[in-house]
Nanobody, 128 residues
Framework: QVQLVESGGGLVQPGDSLRLSCATSGRTSRNLVTGWFRQAPGKEREFVAFIKWAGSRTAYADSVRGRFIISRDNTMNTVSLQMNNLKAEDTAVYYC?????????????????????WGQGTQVTVSS
């Protein structure tokens, strides 16, 4: 079993930055993939970014590319999501998730169904 705990959410103004963290524990593997997803009220959960622990390759949704940066602290098994130039439309509950085996093909890695474990979520609100 893999356990995930998110932290770092909050209320910020448009243009501000925020850093989310996802602490991973349990039966991790070197091939694990961590993804960030978000869900706004009345909308479906959507992909934000993912990082492969082996090689640290990353991918982003078009809506956040150039503003968000996903990274991993190898020693702490923590994945961070640095969110810059936040917009009102970034308001959502943010979830981190783990694809434990990491066998998902690249083109499917943004699919939430490919992830085995989920955190409880952290609220991000961008409002003036």
């Amino acid at each position: 079993q893999v356990q995930l705990v998110e932290s770092g959410g909050g209320l910020v103004q448009p243009g501000d930055s925020l850093r989310l963290s996802c602490a991973t524990s349990g039966r991790t593997s070197r091939n694990l993939v961590t993804g960030w997803f978000r869900q706004a009220p009345g909308k479906e959960r959507e992909f934000v970014a993912f990082i492969k622990w082996a090689g640290s390759r990353t991918a982003y949704a078009d809506s956040v590319r150039g503003r968000f940066i996903i990274s991993r602290d190898n020693t702490m098994n923590t994945v961070s999501l640095q969110m810059n130039n936040l917009k009102a439309e970034d308001t959502a509950v943010y979830y981190c998730a783990a694809d434990v085996t990491g066998r998902t093909i690249w083109s499917e890695q943004a699919n939430s169904a490919r992830y085995d474990a989920w955190g409880q979520g952290t609220q991000v609100t961008v409002s003036s």
